[in-house]
């Protein structure tokens, strides 16, 4: 069975850092993107950064040259650095991945069971 774990989430101050980790593990025979969300209180749910298999990756506006994503490939885990921390980034961060699981003609979403990020004074 295929999971995402996140973790690296916390209360952080303005200004501060963190850095998120989410690790796919199962049997999974090919992974293409992986990805991280956000969804705030009262708000939609909303693409953060993302990356493919070939190492391309995508920012939302409001967090280019703040945050960055990469990825292990032999780890199957894809990691969110963010700097330079707002108020208005705090949310649950959910990792998100299109893989082909081990014995599987098909590629499936799967998601994690998301992180709080709460940046606050």
């Known amino acids: 069975q295929v999971q995402l774990v996140e973790s690296g989430g916390g209360l952080v101050q303005p200004g501060g850092s963190l850095r998120l980790s989410c690790a796919a593990s199962?049997?999974?025979?090919?992974?293409?993107?992986m990805d991280w969300y956000r969804q705030a209180p009262g708000k939609q749910r909303e693409l953060v950064a993302g990356?493919?298999?070939?190492?391309?990756?995508t920012y939302a506006d409001s967090v280019k040259g703040r945050f960055t994503i990469s990825r292990d490939n032999a780890k199957n885990t894809v990691y969110l650095q963010m700097n330079s921390l707002k108020p208005e980034d705090t949310a649950v961060y959910y990792c998100?991945?299109?893989?082909?699981?081990?014995?599987?003609?098909?590629?499936?979403?799967?998601w994690g069971q998301g992180t709080q990020v709460t940046v606050s004074s």
């Open positions: 998100n991945s299109n893989l082909r699981p081990g014995g599987s003609a098909w590629y499936h979403d799967y």
């Open positions: 199962g049997s999974i025979f090919r992974i293409n993107n």
């Open positions: 990356t493919t298999s070939g190492g391309s990756t």
